[in-house]
Every structure is written in structure tokens, then in C-alpha cells.
């Protein structure tokens, strides 16, 4: 599995910003995805994670409300819609995938559940 993840700049606060994740290499709908952030010298947090039908959604708390993730299983892409952006937003930002299919929510929102990343794309917001 390959993901190439883009879409990311520079844009000042309250502005929008929308990611865009291709997804190459197996069938897609058979593939859970979510979006990760690591901001400079702190961990990779969950953002965002979309089951695969897309029905389901899972959102971090800092972000819902404010970021909307979907996907097109016709195109193979996975979108990170980002609204009302704060500096604090600021990180790299990473698509990854997961085989898992549990219906436990908790799975979705750890790192560890997905095999396979993309290279990030970096969003900086300024205040």
C-alpha cells in the first residue's frame, strides 16, 4: 500500500485548508483511514479516522467541529477538510491506513492500529 498525502501551506488563522490522501497499491474499500498530525518535538496525535464506507467518522476533540474527514472510494482518495484553523493546528499532517474492522471506536483513534503511512504534509497556520 502507497499514500501520498498533499495539499498543505501556509494559511493564517480562522482560514481553511483541505488535504488530500491517494491511496495506490490494494483495494481501497477494504481499508479503514485516518489522518495524524505530529507537531515539532511532540508525539503523533489522532486527528481524524473514517471506517470504510465511509458511514463512520471519529474526530479528536480538538478538531470536531472544525475539521471534516471524507473519503470517495471511486477515486481512492481520503480528504482532510480543515476549518476555522488555529495555530496550534500547526503540524505535519499524516494519512495512514488500517485492514482493522472492529467495531470498537477506541481502535481507530491509536496510532498502532495502522499499517501504512503516507510522508505527511506539513500546515502551518499563523496567528
Known amino acids: 500500500v502507497q499514500l501520498q498525502a498533499s495539499g498543505g501551506g501556509l494559511v493564517q488563522a480562522g482560514g481553511s485548508l483541505s488535504l488530500s490522501c491517494v491511496f495506490s497499491?490494494?483495494?481501497?474499500?477494504?481499508?479503514?483511514m485516518g489522518w495524524f498530525r505530529q507537531a515539532p518535538g511532540k508525539a503523533r496525535d489522532f486527528v481524524a479516522g473514517?471506517?470504510?464506507?465511509?458511514?463512520?467518522?471519529y474526530y479528536s476533540p480538538s478538531v470536531k467541529g472544525r475539521f471534516t474527514i471524507s473519503r470517495d472510494n471511486a477515486k481512492n482518495t481520503v480528504a482532510l477538510h480543515m476549518n476555522s484553523l488555529k495555530p496550534e493546528d500547526t503540524a505535519i499532517y499524516y494519512c495512514a491506513a488500517t485492514l482493522n474492522r472492529t467495531d470498537y471506536s477506541g481502535y481507530y483513534y491509536d496510532a498502532r492500529t495502522y499499517d501504512s503511512w503516507g510522508q505527511g504534509t506539513l500546515v502551518t497556520v499563523s496567528s
Open positions: 497499491g490494494d483495494t481501497f474499500n477494504r481499508y479503514a
Open positions: 473514517i471506517r470504510r464506507t465511509g458511514a463512520t467518522t
